[in-house]
């Protein structure tokens, strides 16, 4: 009879397991992961970051440590460009594609040595820890450690001559940018999306005094901007449902009906709320269309902790006919997002022009159908968060010259936060990241924002 061994673990996995339960291993392990699956899957990082159905190592992280991921991968992506432009210099030859993780490891130890207040060393640790732990990494822990060592003492040379805006920006966009704003105002844009937005909250009512409450100052009617960014839940007021974050441009469009108090107000696609709960706080009957269920479940969830009640309908409105006529319509239709990369760093990485034209076309097919259940007299509000022109302007334009029986009724500068920048000479409304300087201290910007009011006659 043979005598039976007990297998020992493999040194491989003893390796594994004492690394993973290293301090500060487990994130910047999710944080490769994830960046990987943005940058090279092309996959919407708010879906790996969604704490239902996103990434599993993102889920079973702490709170603090998916904070922290959620910062350097935002960082990451920020500076993109910035960061492979570096990797390129110091590395002598490009890695090639099939090595696991490496350019991952290599981005996200960049990111924090030049962008985050994290020390190099921590970095380069974890870094070449992390290149251990990968099979396919593993022959290249050396270079890792190399690289990031050099990065570390040669720091200042290698970042002195960086044009981060045009290396951010993926050339095509930024020339589009160009094409539609000029080059200073291009660079503008592409500067505003190096930072994290600030935290807007739009307040039911006395924004004065919950500005107070929070630390934050009042940057025009109902929106409250926090100095310090924190965790939403835990604020005041966040139980109560006395507001909702939503940028200060976003805050705009909804209030471009006027006042809505007692009006039938479809709010066409409409999760997951802002909007809505604009609307609804404000007095209107509000039915919130949506094609995607899951999203209109969140926009419900929302107006609950809001105490707003509105109808809502999943449907796609392309295949939806109301019973009834509306009195008023806002279309916030589907589009780019180019508008909110400072929210959505992952924007410029993972759009492609293509994905603009289909846009495009489901933007005029939605506008085309819905403008006619409005009332006559009645008032539409057109908006996309997008930067292109072909989204906003055009779309309007094209929309007026095959589609009679409809006027633009032009919006002024106090219904655009006073801000005469953000109103254009047709009268439609367009605001942009690199506008709204800092206020008392509090930092500026807005998302960029298009709406067009028109009424049908
Ligand atoms: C820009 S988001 C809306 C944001 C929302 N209005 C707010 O303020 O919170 C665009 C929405 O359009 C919805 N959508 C896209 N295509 C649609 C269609 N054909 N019919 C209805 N909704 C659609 C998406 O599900 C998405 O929720």
């Not at 301090?23 to 879906?47: C, E, M, T, Y």
């Not at 969604?50 to 922290?68: E, I, K, Y």
């Not at 970042?159 to 291009?186: C, H, I, M, S």
């Not at 409250?224 to 507001?243: P, T």
Request: net charge neutral.
């Amino acid at each position: 009879m043979t005598k039976s061994h007990r297998p020992s673990k493999p040194k491989n996995d003893q390796n594994a397991a004492k690394l993973a339960d290293k301090p500060g291993f487990a994130s910047r392990k999710v944080a490769a992961d994830i960046l990987g699956n943005v940058v090279h899957k092309r996959r919407p990082l708010d879906g790996e970051l969604d704490l239902a159905g996103g990434h599993s190592g993102f889920r079973a992280l702490a709170a603090n440590d998916r904070s922290l991921v959620r910062a350097i991968v935002g960082t990451c992506l920020r500076h993109h460009g910035e960061i492979a432009q570096i990797l390129d210099w110091v590395l002598d030859r490009p890695i090639p594609e099939k090595t696991g993780r490496v350019l991952d490891i290599l981005h996200v130890a960049v990111g924090q040595m030049l962008f985050m207040d994290i020390p190099d060393r921590a970095a380069v640790s974890l870094a070449v820890d992390l290149a251990q732990s990968d099979r396919r990494a593993l022959p290249y822990k050396g270079l890792v450690n190399g690289v990031l060592r050099r990065l570390g003492r040669e720091k200042d040379e290698l970042t002195g001559d960086l044009d981060a805006d045009l290396l951010n920006t993926p050339a095509w966009l930024f020339q589009r940018w160009v094409a539609a704003y000029g080059e200073t105002k291009a660079r503008g844009i592409a500067k505003a999306h190096q930072s994290e937005a600030a935290l807007d909250l739009t307040v039911k009512e006395n924004a004065e005094s919950w500005a107070q409450q929070l630390d934050g100052v009042v940057i025009g009617a109902g929106t409250v901007r926090l100095k310090q960014k924190s965790a939403v839940e835990q604020l005041d007021g966040f139980d109560q449902g006395a507001w909702w974050v939503q940028d200060a441009a976003a805050s705009l469009p909804a209030r471009l009906l006027g006042p809505v108090a007692g009006l039938n107000v479809a709010d066409l696609c409409a999760a997951p709320g802002g909007k809505t709960a604009q609307l609804a706080s404000s007095g209107a009957h509000v039915t919130a269309i949506d094609i995607s269920a899951s999203r209109l479940k969140r926009l419900a969830e929302n107006m609950a902790r809001l105490n707003l009640s509105v109808e809502t309908v999943a449907a796609d409105l392309r295949a939806y006919e109301p019973a009834a006529r509306f009195d008023a319509i806002l279309l916030d239709a589907p589009c780019s997002a180019t508008g909110t990369i400072r929210r959505h760093p992952d924007v410029p990485l993972i759009k492609k022009p293509q994905d603009i034209e289909k846009l495009i076309e489901i933007q005029s097919d939605l506008l085309g159908k819905v403008a006619y259940w409005v009332k006559p007299g009645g008032m539409i509000v057109y908006c996309t968060c997008s930067l292109e022109p072909a989204e906003g302007e055009d779309q309007i334009a094209a929309f007026l010259h095959s589609h009679s029986g409809f006027e633009i009724v032009p919006i002024a500068a106090d219904e655009a936060g006073g801000r005469a920048e953000a109103v254009t000479k047709d009268g439609y409304l367009r605001t942009l990241p690199s506008q709204l300087a800092e206020i008392d201290g509090v930092q500026g910007g807005w998302d960029g924002f298009f709406a067009a009011r028109l009424r049908r006659l």
